[in-house]
């Protein structure tokens, strides 16, 4: 199995910055990417951005120019890096990994989210 353990959530005021950082662990081969998705209340999950073992990043429209992602896949750990907050960044921040768990096998693991909150 894997584990993801999510740290750096809280409350910021709009225009301030916070950095997420997730670590994986257990049975991991190789890492394909990770990322961070997040969840406002009454909306659906969505990417916020990603990073593949390659260095090739995604993001979500809404956090170009303002967040960025950063990786160090020898060591499984994914660090997102948000500056600028608006009130509309405010959700649950979730952690993503995809690992090969041998030559041939891959999988999707969850952290259990934290909380970003921005005051206006």
């Known amino acids: 199995q894997v584990q993801l353990a999510e740290s750096g959530g809280g409350l910021v005021q709009a225009g301030g910055s916070l950095t997420l950082s997730c670590a994986a662990s257990?049975?991991?081969?190789?890492?394909?990417?990770m990322g961070w998705y997040r969840q406002a209340p009454g909306k659906q999950r969505e990417l916020v951005a990603d990073?593949?073992?390659?260095?090739?990043?995604n993001y979500a429209d809404s956090v170009k120019g303002r967040f960025r992602i950063s990786s160090d896949m020898a060591k499984n750990t994914v660090i997102l890096q948000m500056n600028s907050l608006k009130p509309e960044d405010t959700a649950v921040y979730y952690c993503?990994?995809?690992?090969?768990?041998?030559?041939?096998?891959?999988?999707?693991?969850w952290g259990q989210g934290t909380q970003v909150t921005v005051s206006s």
């Open positions: 257990g049975s991991i081969f190789r890492m394909i990417a």
């Open positions: 990073i593949n073992a390659g260095g090739g990043r």
């Open positions: 993503n990994a995809r690992p090969y768990l041998n030559f041939t096998t891959w999988n999707e693991y």
